[in-house]
Structure formats: C-alpha cells, structure tokens
C-alpha cells in the first residue's frame, strides 16, 4: 500500500471509528498533561510550586467569574417573526426567556467538548440505536444549472441510507419500542461527517422517541457508504431530498413531517424548503410539505461558512473532511476530475476546500454553486414555520453570519432582519453553546394548540397544528 494511502487509512480511522477517536482525545489530553509537566520541570522548584497552584486557581476563579456572569446576565436573543402563532410557540418556550442554566462542569464553548465527546463515544458504543436501514437510489442531473432535458439527464445515480427509530415494520424492531406506522416523522440531517449513531450526539433522538415521533436519519451520498458515483454535495443535495421524502412518505403513510438539520445538515430546511414551498405556492402539489422545520448551528451564508473556525477545530473538521470523503473515494472522485480532487485534497480549509469540490455536485464553478444551493438565497421563500438556534460562543459555526448582509439583497438586510420580517421564523441566539444542556421540561409534557391540550398532557391527536413545532422545540432542547 502506498506511504499516502495508508497515512489517510489511519487518518479515517483516527477520526470516522469510535475507538480511534477515543485514542486521539485520550492522546492530546496526555500531550498536553506532558506538555505542561515539562514546562513547569524547566521552572527553578521554588517557583514551580507557586506557578503549579497559581494557574490551577486562577483558571478555576475565572472559569467561576464567567460562569455566574452567564448564569445571572446571560440571555437569548430573540428574533421574532410576525406569525400569530410563532409567538404563542414562543411563549410557551420557557428556556428561551431566561439566563441558560448549564452544569458547571459542562459550561462554555469549548469545555463542554469534552463530557459531549465522552457522552457521544459511550452511547454510540455501549447504546447504539437500533435502526432499520432503507438503502434507497436517488438520481440527479448531470448538469444541475440546467434544466432536465435530453441532453442533461438525470445519470447520477448513488445509494442514500434512511434510517427509521424506531423500525416501521414491528417485525423488524429489536429496540423495545414501537410507534403507529403513521407516527409524526423527523427527519434529521447529520453534520458534516456525522452518522445516524452520532448527527452529532443521540440525546435528541432518543428524547424525541419518547414523546411519540418516529426518528428519519438521513445518510447522504458518502455518509452511510463510499460513493459509487462521482456526485457528492458537502451540504447535501435539495433533488435527492425530495426522492428521500416520497420514499418516507411511501413507508409511513404519509405521517406528518417535521425536518430537522444539525450543522451543515441544516442547508437542506431552508434551501430545499424555500424551494419547496415556492414550488407550491405557484400550484404544483407534488412538492414536499413539512409541518415545521429547525436548524441547529447553520452556517447561514455558504460563501463564507467556514471563515471564523479557529484551531484545533478548522484543522480537525478539515481532517475527517478529507478523510471521510475524499481520501475513501478517491478512486471515483480523481476519475471524475482530477484537477478538482487534487486542489480539493491540498486545500488549506473547509472553505477553500468546498469552492474546489463544486464539480463533483454538478457544477462548473463555485458561482454556479451559490447561486443554485446557497441556503439564504431561498430563505426569504420559505412559508414553514422554522426554528433556528445558535450559540454566540459555539466555535465550530459562524453566528456573525446571521447578522451580515445577505448576498442577493440590495437593502443591506441580514438574515435576523428577514426572520422579523417573515410571517414565519423563530431564530433564538443563545449566549453559550452549553445552554442547550439545560433541561426544565418534564417528559410527559407535550405542547399544543389550547383545544388539543389535554389534562395531563399526554396525547395530542392533531399533529398538523402549529403548536406541533413546540413539541419539536421542546425535545430540541433538551
């Protein structure tokens, strides 16, 4: 095997395998102890035994400082549409009205990686969810600036993995729990390299199995499996989504749908949406309906993403980027385009990285790119109700993005200004990634509209009202 193959078989394995990432957290956690440990050795011993404790309760105190800061001034800023009906949801939103209330011990942007990362390797391990796995072949256009027509068919044909929690069929569930085959349906997009054990993390899931929906995670085109194709999109592709819809729709009976995206996987509600939801506002029936969607961590604005990582975390991202879909489908990707695998491989970040891979998803130039999938370009389109949460000190998104201009309008308008001004949008900014920690809300709580909230709060039979999206947000947050 060659010295470069076998470099990105330990990097895949380093970073794609359950183990090998507890080996790479476990092995910078020792670095860094012996780093540490060796710069205190080249200290006089005198002095080292006044740094040792200084920098242990100095970093304590400040860590408390900040954590009562947040815990007695920390807010969610609130970007409210004009819908009646948001803001009754919204009401009812008890941990968007006050300071977040995280564990000290999971606090913080980039402290709370560390329990998250134990808690994710432990479930995914030891709990792995049972699916029941549909292997479905979605096709697309050669072109995808074009139209269908003869010379531009839909040739591009791959394997998407859906994943039904719990199984749909009775006889295939091993789980222990079972919903109506019509039960309200979720469909989520993992994050960049995620999988349907870890989109990152299981807690929603598992959460929302509990207040009755039924969990979709959708494996796209080299997610689940290596690509047969030379057609792989980073964020996803709108096209395969509407095939993935109508195969879920077909095995759950048309069960109310709500669509969920967590990361990068959060381009799909509101690009695919807008367009879906315009396609019905000019007549056509056929295109998907959803509920409600949410989109947790967007990136917002494609162009300019992935500019505000900072490291370990734009080198890491980068890394099981390359490793998960370049360098395990290399074969298929340089017989495609070798100039654009080659730039893709040497690129310096994800958002270089993402302008030399336009090729591979049907496109001739990153311009094409933006302009057909960027996300805010079809927001202003969508007409569901959409939740969208962001942390202001979350490293591995860039919130700044909601607050810049949005590319296409000539008013200077962000995308929180388009949240107020839409009938539709709910876009909460919370103050500390942790606070999507905190959990207030019991497990037999349902939200609903007045009429179909019962005593106890325990069955809801409409799911097609607005009130569904509190129930979403409810299991969201927790």
Same mark, same amino acid.
């Given at each position: 095997?060659?010295?470069?193959?076998?470099?990105?078989?330990?990097?895949?394995?380093?970073?794609?395998?359950?183990?090998?990432?507890?080996?790479?957290?476990?092995?910078?956690?020792?670095?860094?102890?012996?780093?540490?440990?060796?710069?205190?050795?080249?200290?006089?011993?005198?002095?080292?035994?006044?740094?040792?404790?200084?920098?242990?309760?100095?970093?304590?105190?400040?860590? *408390?400082?900040? &954590?009562?800061?947040?815990?007695?001034?920390?807010?969610?800023?609130?970007?409210?549409?004009?819908?009646?009906?948001?803001?009754?949801?919204?009401?009812?939103?008890?941990?968007?009205?006050?300071?977040?209330?995280?564990?000290?011990?999971?606090?913080?942007?980039?402290?709370?990686?560390?329990?998250?990362?134990? &808690?994710?390797?432990?479930?995914?391990?030891?709990?792995?969810?049972?699916?029941?796995?549909?292997?479905?072949?979605?096709?697309?256009?050669?072109?995808?600036?074009?139209?269908?027509?003869?010379?531009?068919?839909?040739?591009?044909?791959?394997?998407?993995?859906?994943?039904?929690?719990?199984?749909?069929?009775?006889?295939?569930?091993?789980?222990?729990?079972?919903?109506?085959?019509?039960?309200?349906?979720?469909?989520?997009?993992?994050?960049?390299?995620?999988?349907?054990?870890?989109?990152?993390?299981?807690?929603?899931?598992?959460?929302?199995?509990?207040?009755?929906?039924?969990?979709?995670?959708?494996?796209?085109?080299?997610?689940?499996?290596?690509?047969?194709?030379?057609?792989?999109?980073?964020?996803?592709?709108?096209?395969?989504?509407?095939?993935?819809?109508?195969?879920?729709?077909?095995?759950?009976?048309?069960?109310?749908?709500?669509?969920?995206?967590?990361?990068?996987?959060?381009?799909?509600?509101?690009?695919?949406?807008?367009?879906?939801?315009?396609?019905?506002?000019?007549?056509?029936?056929?295109?998907?309906?959803?509920?409600?969607?949410?989109?947790?961590?967007?990136?917002?604005? *494609?162009?300019?993403?992935?500019?505000?990582?900072?490291?370990?975390?734009?080198?890491?991202?980068?890394?099981?980027?390359?490793?998960?879909?370049?360098?395990?489908?290399?074969?298929?990707?340089?017989?495609?385009?070798?100039?654009?695998?080659?730039?893709?491989?040497?690129?310096?970040?994800?958002?270089?990285?993402?302008?030399?891979?336009?090729?591979?998803?049907?496109?001739?130039?990153?311009?094409?790119?933006?302009?057909?999938?960027?996300?805010?370009?079809?927001?202003?389109?969508?007409?569901?109700?959409?939740?969208?949460?962001?942390? *202001?000190?979350?490293?591995?998104?860039?919130?700044?993005?909601?607050?810049?201009?949005?590319?296409?309008?000539?008013?200077?308008?962000?995308?929180?200004?388009?949240?107020?001004?839409?009938?539709?949008?709910?876009?909460?900014?919370?103050?500390?990634?942790?606070?999507?920690?905190?959990?207030?809300?019991?497990?037999?709580?349902?939200?609903?509209?007045?009429?179909?909230?019962?005593?106890?709060?325990?069955?809801?039979?409409?799911?097609?009202?607005?009130?569904?999206?509190?129930?979403?947000?409810?299991?969201?947050?927790?």
């Amino acid at each position: 095997m060659a010295p470069s193959k076998s470099l990105g078989a330990l990097v895949s394995w380093m970073f794609n395998n359950d183990v090998g990432r507890a080996v790479s957290g476990t092995s910078a956690l020792v670095m860094l102890f012996i780093i540490c440990r060796f710069i205190l050795s080249l200290l006089p011993g005198n002095i080292a035994e006044v740094v040792a404790p200084t920098v242990v309760y100095g970093c304590t105190g400040i860590a *408390l400082i900040l &954590y009562i800061s947040l815990r007695t001034f920390g807010r969610v800023d609130v970007f409210l549409g004009t819908g009646e009906d948001l803001k009754r949801v919204y009401r009812q939103m008890a941990t968007a009205q006050r300071a977040p209330n995280p564990p000290l011990w999971a606090f913080g942007g980039n402290w709370q990686f560390v329990p998250w990362i134990v &808690y994710n390797l432990l479930s995914s391990t030891f709990f792995p969810l049972v699916y029941e796995s549909q292997v479905l072949t979605v096709t697309g256009l050669q072109d995808k600036s074009k139209p269908e027509s003869e010379s531009n068919q839909r040739c591009m044909e791959d394997d998407v993995i859906i994943n039904y929690f719990p199984a749909v069929e009775k006889s295939k569930s091993s789980s222990g729990c079972s919903l109506a085959r019509d039960a309200p349906v979720i469909i989520v997009e993992p994050g960049l390299t995620c999988t349907a054990q870890d989109v990152p993390g299981s807690s929603f899931l598992r959460r929302a199995v509990t207040r009755g929906f039924r969990i979709v995670v959708v494996e796209r085109r080299g997610h689940g499996r290596k690509l047969r194709g030379p057609r792989w999109n980073l964020f996803g592709d709108s096209d395969d989504s509407e095939q993935i819809i109508r195969a879920v729709q077909e095995r759950t009976n048309n069960a109310p749908m709500f669509w969920i995206g967590f990361s990068s996987g959060s381009k799909l509600p509101i690009e695919a949406v807008g367009k879906y939801d315009e396609r019905r506002k000019n007549g056509d029936l056929t295109a998907p309906k959803f509920v409600a969607t949410a989109c947790i961590a967007p990136g917002y604005n *494609l162009e300019t993403c992935f500019n505000g990582f900072k490291f370990p975390y734009s080198w890491l991202c980068l890394s099981s980027t390359k490793s998960k879909f370049l360098l395990e489908n290399e074969e298929v990707l340089r017989a495609h385009d070798p100039a654009a695998y080659e730039a893709a491989v040497k690129s310096s970040d994800l958002q270089e990285l993402l302008s030399h891979v336009v090729p591979f998803a049907g496109y001739s130039s990153d311009k094409d790119y933006f302009a057909h999938e960027n996300p805010v370009l079809f927001a202003p389109l969508v007409q569901t109700p959409t939740l969208v949460v962001n942390a *202001l000190d979350d490293p591995l998104t860039v919130p700044s993005n909601a607050f810049g201009k949005m590319p296409g309008r000539e008013d200077g308008a962000t995308f929180a200004d388009m949240i107020r001004e839409s009938t539709c949008g709910l876009l909460l900014m919370a103050p500390s990634d942790a606070d999507g920690i905190d959990i207030d809300m019991k497990l037999n709580e349902r939200w609903a509209t007045e009429e179909d909230q019962d005593d106890t709060g325990v069955e809801i039979s409409r799911y097609a009202s607005l009130g569904s999206l509190g129930t979403m947000e409810e299991a969201m947050w927790s």
